[in-house]
């Protein structure tokens, strides 16, 4: 994925609005796009300055964090606008009202404001820090979902990102300890997750590189690649596997079918068998008995195996088994475990949409999410205008404001952490000097 997430494409058509919408009642098109007068509304009156610039300062009072704090805006035209920074709330809010982006996105933290990088050689100027990111696309799973394809997503496939969500929550708690991490909607096939602790910040191109080698375990999604993971499995990729596994029958043999066609299962699923002699069993049995579901194919495997081993001496059926389980369970992280987007990760410099933008295409909120999160949920720009003109404009009288709550209390948590830490820094500097 480019730099540019979610770009818009020069030319790209958007519906004329203003606060008063254009179409009636709650629910707009799906392919609902803001105008320039609609972003000029949301600006104004909807999106939250205040707890965007908190949570980049890691303070209410203006610092080091936000002064030197790289944002970049992308327009309806094409343009795209790097090393903006700004010294207070008020003039980022002033400045985006007064720029009015399609989006604006967030950047790394710099030895010098960003905005002065002109008057500076570039060598000067040097990136200090940034949140730890991942990104996690619908797109990825197109080799296994039947549902939707593309930028396409629904309810089912859906269930992907909240799987993916739940096995990399499990990660940064349980190997990283990191506590301090809020997801937020991409607006339109996927998640972001924004990781604010300080020792994630802190972390150079080279320790998000080896989170990424650590986390990345399935880097080509091929529906048609065998993965074939070393045993015993590393207590990561056991834990993974314990998310995953309940979750497995459901999406994948049920929901999404993926092996209906026949074709596709036995160039696929048969191929990725252990035993040779297994594979070609099940070839000829999809052969000859074509249009069998996947739950069924899934079961044919356990069936033909006991066939082959029924006269093999008992520990070589308990190995032959064991080979089998494990296969199993490859299939099980190739088809469900996160794939993570490399770029957007790996480089403190690299930029990402600011959380409450607007996605240029569906016209979504980019709200912050929990695994209980579902694309239809999230808030429409057209939908909020209509819920201001009805309740005179109170934004607490909005769809936004349950997403607005979650974030202000995930502020306030990281806000009061941060302050304490450096408390406590402070006490430690003294009683080092005084000892001294």
């Known amino acids: 994925m480019p730099s540019l997430v979610d770009a818009v494409e020069p030319g790209s058509s958007t519906v004329p609005s203003s606060s008063t919408t254009p179409y009636g009642g709650d629910t707009p098109p799906s392919n609902y796009g ?10 104004q009156h909807l999106y939250p300055f205040k707890q965007i610039f908190q949570w980049l300062n890691h303070s209410p009072k203006p610092g080091r964090d936000i002064i030197n704090r790289e944002f970049a805006m992308a327009f309806r035209s094409g ?16 400045q985006i009202q007064k ?3 399609d989006r604006f996105e967030i950047g790394a933290v710099y030895n010098k404001p960003p905005r002065e990088r002109d008057s500076l050689l570039k060598t000067e100027m040097k990136p200090m820090e940034k949140e730890l990111v991942f990104d996690i696309d619908m ?6 979902r039947t549902c939707c394809s593309g930028a396409q997503v629904c309810p089912k496939c859906w269930h992907f990102i909240k799987l993916a969500m739940k096995v990399i929550n499990s990660s940064l708690e349980n190997d990283f300890g990191f506590d301090e991490f809020i997801w937020v909607f991409s607006g339109r096939r996927g998640a972001h997750c924004w990781i604010s602790d300080k020792r994630a910040r802190v972390m150079t191109d080279s320790h998000r590189k080896n989170m990424l080698d650590y986390m990345n375990v399935v880097r080509d999604r091929n529906i048609e690649k065998r993965l074939n993971l070393v ?11 314990e998310i995953l596994k309940p979750h497995f029958v459901e999406i994948i043999l049920r929901e999404q079918d993926t092996w209906r066609d026949d074709e596709l299962a036995i160039k696929s699923l048969a191929t990725s068998c252990h035993d040779k002699q297994l594979s070609e069993q099940l070839k000829k049995l999809w052969t000859n008995k074509p249009g069998r579901s996947s739950e069924e194919k899934w079961k044919d495997m356990d069936v033909i195996a006991s066939q082959l081993i029924s006269s093999f001496p008992k520990q070589r059926q308990h190995d032959y088994l064991q080979r089998l389980r494990e296969s199993k369970e490859d299939i099980i992280i190739q088809t469900l475990y996160p794939k993570l987007d490399v770029e957007v990760t790996k480089q403190t410099i690299h930029l ?5 933008c607007i996605h240029p295409s569906t016209g979504n909120v980019c709200v912050p999410i929990t695994e209980e999160f579902s694309p239809e949920m999230a808030p429409k720009l057209i939908k909020l205008q209509n819920e201001m003109d009805t309740n005179d404009n109170q934004v607490q009288r909005t769809s936004l404001q349950p997403y607005l709550d979650m974030f202000g209390k995930y502020v306030n948590k990281l806000v009061k952490q941060e302050l304490s830490s450096q408390k406590r820094d402070r006490e430690e500097d ?3 000097s005084i000892d001294f």
Request: proline letters at 9%.
């Open 79 to 94: 343009a795209y606008k790097r090393y903006n920074s700004f010294n207070s709330v008020q003039e980022f809010k002033v």
């Open 430 to 432: 003294i009683k080092s």
């Open 34 to 43: 803001p105008s320039s007068s609609d972003m000029q509304y949301y600006y």
């Open 139 to 144: 797109d990825d799973y197109d080799s296994y």
């Open 352 to 356: 990402l949409k600011a959380p409450f």
């Open 231 to 241: 045993r015993p499995l590393h207590p990561h990729l056991s834990r993974s596997l």
């Open 99 to 101: 720029a009015n982006p």
